[in-house]
Every structure is written in C-alpha cells, then in structure tokens.
C-alpha cells in the first residue's frame, strides 16, 4: 500500500489519505533539503528571527483549522488542543525572537588562565545541516513545530517525520514552514513509518536526529544513529509521579491532578500516572479525586462541551484495559472508571482511578499512556521520595503542598528533569525553561538556552598577534622547567604568601617571560586567583 488511509478515532470517519514517501525518494528530499541549508545558514540571525514572527503569526491566524484537525486525526478536544498543542509552539517562537539573538552571537570568552592573556577568544555557534525530526502521534503538532522552529533558527534544515497515524496534521505543519517564506526546501516532510525514519537516520547528509515515542524505538534510533556520528536528541516518555503531603490543599490538589492525569486521555508522557499521598490525608484525598474525575466530560471531540477524547487506537485501549485488570487482581481498588465508554465508541476510556496501589503492578511500572491514575499511601515525605525514585522513568515530577521551604528541600531529591510545586505539566509550556528526561526518560534537552545550544555546534576561536614564541614551544629547557613549577604552585594553592614567593623568583625572569608574553597582561590575571 502507498497511501496512508486515516479514519478519526472519535468516529471512524474518513480524516483522508496521504501517498506514503517512497524509501528511494528520501535521498532527493535530504538532497533538496541539504541545498537550502546552504544557503539558510548565511542568513544573519535578526532576519532568522523575522521568519520566527511570520510563523508565529501563521500559527495564531491558522489556530482554528490546527486545532480541528488535530481533534479529528488524533482525538483530543479542539479546545484542549488549542491550549497544549498552539501556545507551546507561539511561546517557543516568541522565545527565539526575544532571546535566540543574544544566544547564538559571537561571544567573547574571558579566561582566568593566565597564560591566555594575550590572545583574544570567541566562541562562534554553527548549525549541524540537515536534521531528522521523527515525531510521535499523541502531540503531532506542538512536540515536532518547537523542536523545528528551534532547529530552523540555529540555521539547520529539517525533515518531518510523522508518525503514520497523524500524517495530516504533518503535511500541515510542511505548509505552515513553506508559507512563512523560507528557503525552498528548508522543511520537508517524509511520510511513512519505520523504513522512511530508518532512511532519514542512515542518510549520510543527516547530522543530526530528534526522536520522540517508546524507549525501545528509541535505543534502535540511538544505536542506528551514533554508529553513524550523528548527533541525537531523546525523549521516550515517563512514569510520573505526584507526591500529596499532608498540608496540601485537597480540593486544589485533585482538581490539578485531574487534568494532569487525563489531559488528551492520558496519553502524554508527563502525566501523572503514580500518587504517593502521605496516610494521613489519603482517604479524603482520594474521595476529592474520585469527585474530580466524575466531573470529566467524555465525547466528541469537536463537540465544545467535552474535555476528554477518545484514546487513539485499540491497542492503546487494550494497554488501558490490561493494567486495570492487573491492579484489580494485586489488591487495587477501582474508585472510579474502568471501563470502556461502549455508548460513545470503542475507543472511549472512562477517566480511572485505582487505589491502593503497589510496586508489583504493570501500572506502577510500565507508561500506560491513557486515562489511568493509581494512588498509594505513604508513611511520609521519605518513603515517597524513595517510592517515586524507583521508577526508570524520570520526566517529571510534582510536589503539592503548602509549605514554601519543605517544597525547596524536598524538589532537588527527585530524580528527573523538571519539578512542579502545586501544579504538573507545565515545564513543557515554558520555553525559558528546558525540556528533557533522566534515566530512560531520554537524552539531551529542548526548550530554553540549553535546548537551543543542543542544537548548534560550538566553535572556540583563539587568537594571538603579539609576534611571540609561545611559552611552552620548543626547545624546553631547565629555566622552563623551574618556571613551569613556580607557576603550578602559586596556581594551585594561590595565597598572597605563595603569590608573592612566586613573584620574586619570576622577577629575575621576567627578560625571558617578556619574550613570550607581556607580563603586563598577564600579571593581573595571576593576582585573580586570590580573589
């Protein structure tokens, strides 16, 4: 078959059909793609962030037929689509714009060796080239456009990858790049599955990969692309947990731990699947979250009064399903859910909630990816830690309770990339923040300073005019020797007493000092140790 044929999982409806990129045409498009590199790479940043605008306005004026789309191919409610899917990718592109000059110039570097004081040293940011961006289904336009428009801004070009269950809202985001006047072939889109990605990462003009779906998929990325020297970005999901302490406020703690458990029916990477709530407050916490979750209102998602879609194929269903039975028969309680919503369609999941959870359940191990949460009781603050650590995941975490100084404790014990206090979810909707994983939650960084230099290779310039031999050149000699001493002394254990020994027996060498270096420059840079 050579066509992708996508019916919506809200309705079985016809979304439409796209021709699947044959695996021989992938050389012509990274080809393509390499050519407008070329030429996307001089082009000075301010004018790179000019194009970040025209896609910023592009996205706000196009947001309605985004949003619908995305609630017809993938499932989610059109309303909850706008929020997690458009304002990531304006805030990313709002971002660059503010901030991305300033990272990316030429920056001096200012050096505390002192053997470097004559020499003037830069660093320069050079964009990879071409880039794969092979993208997943649950979030198929905000993860892959703020992954794009940060590469596109470094001065890379792209090729889209989508997953073959959302290969609409992918041609979309193809013509969103093309109409914001970039160069012709700057951003392409390969649909297909796994032998177009597999293509894309073999291809030698591909520097570089950004891979976002299960941990499995993404270790044969990794293997396929570092044998090959590329570069590699990872995020392949999480376990995540919420951590109640006694001071919490309940009726805010549920209503937030609601949304971030179900938000697109579960199916995201940093909802909260695990709840450690100290003993104390555990029944009427769970009491407030069962009234919470009988609050979701399950249907169509393009019907305004919704907030909760479909799960967006049988498998994910099935996945569901079988951890609730597994849970069910390990001790866990069902407090609400647990079925299938057969009234509005196989592929409707009830919100669930089980407790009395435990370390032996698949839904206390594996990602379930769908609209599941499990709680389980703790002595205290300690055990949760230890609880919530154990998991190989490490996305996201979050603390609720109201003690300002126990939260700034207790946030650094948490082994994963980002901590919320009294809410979850939101280090994806901050691009000054960053976006990653520990552990088998994935590799390298997006969003943020640290996501935009993942994205660009670093080069140090160092120069130097002064005429001089350099001190270390050959022929080495005695008196180099002697000064080499002297000077990895002071530099090790600098002290205005071994500073000024140090200086007394330089002194006598300063005829030959000068003739590598002015001591003048240097000097100064000697006296910053002892600062």
């Known amino acids: 078959m050579n066509r992708l044929v996508i019916h919506s999982p809200a309705d079985g409806s016809l979304v439409g059909e796209i021709p699947i990129t044959p695996v021989e045409a992938i050389e012509g498009v990274v080809q393509q793609a390499h050519a407008a590199y070329l030429e996307w790479r001089e082009v000075p940043l301010r004018e790179r962030a000019e194009a970040m605008r025209r896609l910023r306005r592009l996205i706000a004026h196009e947001r309605h037929r985004i949003a619908e789309l995305v609630a017809r191919e993938q499932g989610k409610p059109a309303i909850e689509a706008m929020i997690v899917e458009l304002f990531p990718p304006i805030d990313m592109a709002t971002y660059l714009i503010y901030e991305g000059v300033r990272l990316l110039a030429p920056r001096r570097v200012r050096s505390r060796n002192p053997f470097m004081a004559d020499r003037h040293c830069t660093y320069y940011f050079h964009p990879y080239g071409v880039w794969a961006v092979i993208a997943p289904w649950n979030y198929p336009f905000t993860l892959p456009v703020v992954q794009m428009l940060a590469l596109v801004f470094a001065g890379n070009a792209v090729v889209l990858k989508p997953s073959p269950l959302t290969p609409h809202v992918g041609a979309l985001i193809g013509e969103l790049f093309e109409k914001a006047g970039l160069p012709k072939g700057l951003v392409q889109v390969a649909q297909g599955g796994a032998p177009q990605g597999s293509a894309l990462i073999q291809h030698p003009l591909v520097r570089g990969v950004i891979f976002t779906g299960s941990v499995p998929i993404g270790r044969k990325v990794a293997e396929q692309a570092g044998a090959l020297g590329k570069k590699v970005i990872l995020e392949l999901g999480g376990k995540d947990p919420a951590i109640v302490l006694h001071d919490a406020d309940l009726e805010r703690t549920a209503r937030g731990i609601a949304w971030s458990a179900m938000v697109n029916a579960g199916q995201t990477c940093a909802s909260v699947e695990r709840v450690y709530v100290e003993r104390a407050v555990y029944e009427p916490f769970l009491e407030a979250l069962r009234a919470e979750l009988a609050k979701i209102r399950v249907g169509h998602p393009l019907q ?117 206090v009294n809410s979850h979810l939101v280090a ?78 330089l002194t006598p060498e300063l005829r030959y000092l000068t003739r590598h270096f002015s001591p003048t420059r240097t000097m100064p840079l000697f006296l910053r140790y002892l600062r």
């Not at 498998?315 to 509005?344: I, N, P, T, W």
């Not at 919100?351 to 359940?361: F, G, K, V």
């Not at 993942?454 to 050959?474: A, F, I, T």
């Open 304 to 420: 305004s009064d919704v907030d909760m879609g479909p799960v967006i194929a049988p498998f994910q269903r099935d996945r569901v399903q079988a951890h609730v039975e597994d849970a069910c028969a390990k001790g866990g309680r069902v407090l609400y859910g647990g079925r299938v919503l057969s009234e509005l369609g196989e592929l409707y999941y009830a919100p669930t909630l089980i407790a009395d959870a435990n370390e032996t359940m698949l839904g206390m191990q594996e990602e379930t990816f769908g609209p599941l949460v499990m709680a389980q009781p703790v002595a205290d603050v300690e055990e949760a830690i230890q609880r919530a650590n154990a998991s190989a995941f490490g996305l996201t975490a979050s603390l609720w309770t109201r003690d300002r100084a126990r939260a700034h404790a207790l946030a650094p014990k948490l082994e994963c990339a980002s901590v919320s």
């Open 428 to 505: 994806y909707g901050d691009s000054y923040g960053t976006w990653g994983g520990f552990k088998d939650s994935g590799v390298g960084r997006t969003h943020g300073e640290f996501g935009l230099y993942e994205m660009v290779q670093v080069q140090y310039v160092s120069e130097v005019y002064s005429g001089k031999p350099e001190l270390w050149w050959y022929p080495y000699s005695e008196r180099l020797r002697r000064i080499t001493d002297w000077m990895m002394a002071f530099l090790a254990e600098p002290s205005w007493r071994v500073g000024k020994q140090t200086m007394q027996r």
